[in-house]
């Protein structure tokens, strides 16, 4: 689904990814490397970036069961980015300063997927509140020229 019209400072449209189960996980990571494959990113980049959706979707899927990925290109100075929005209604998290700590999973999983996106992604920003939902807001820019 492509929405529109796009926001000042973004260089086109939003691609929503509805996240609803484990197939729309890779669904939404094969939407985002192709769309970042057209910055100049390396093929390096363009895994973690992959990566990066994977978990936050998966994220969705397991806490939340269903959500949204949203997808836009935007524009940086000289640079263009990949703007991602992973965002879902679901339960919200209680303690964000210790769910972006390495290690720590309410599910028996490693506990690395939103310390690791951070770390992988340039921006990061996640807002959360019990009862309402989760949103994250992750940035990364491709190469200067
Ligand atoms: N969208 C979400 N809604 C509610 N809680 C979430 C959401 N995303 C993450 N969490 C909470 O934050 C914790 C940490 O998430 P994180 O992705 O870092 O680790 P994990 O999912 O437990 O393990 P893994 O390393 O397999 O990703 C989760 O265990 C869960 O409690
Ligand atoms: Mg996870």
Redesign the pocket.
């Known amino acids: 689904m492509v929405n529109g019209p796009s926001l000042p400072g973004s260089a086109g449209l939003d691609h929503v990814v509805p996240i609803r189960a484990e197939t729309d996980v890779l669904l939404a990571r094969q939407r985002a490397r192709h769309l970042a494959s057209e910055l100049r990113f390396t093929g390096g980049e363009l895994t973690l970036i992959a990566t990066v959706i994977s978990?936050v979707a998966r994220?969705?899927v397991?806490?939340?069961g269903t959500g949204e990925i949203v997808l836009r290109l935007v524009q940086g100075g000289q640079r263009r980015g990949l703007l991602v929005i992973a965002r879902?209604k679901?339960?919200?998290?209680a303690d964000v300063e210790r769910?972006m700590q390495d290690g720590?999973?309410?599910?028996r999983?490693?506990?690395?997927?939103?310390?690791g996106s951070k770390r992988l992604m340039d921006e990061f920003e996640i807002v959360s509140e019990v009862g309402k939902g989760?949103s994250i807001t992750m940035t990364k820019w491709e190469r200067s020229r």
């Open positions: 978990e994220n969705i397991t806490y939340a879902d679901g339960p919200g998290i769910a720590y999973s309410t599910s999983g490693l506990g690395l997927g939103l310390p989760t």
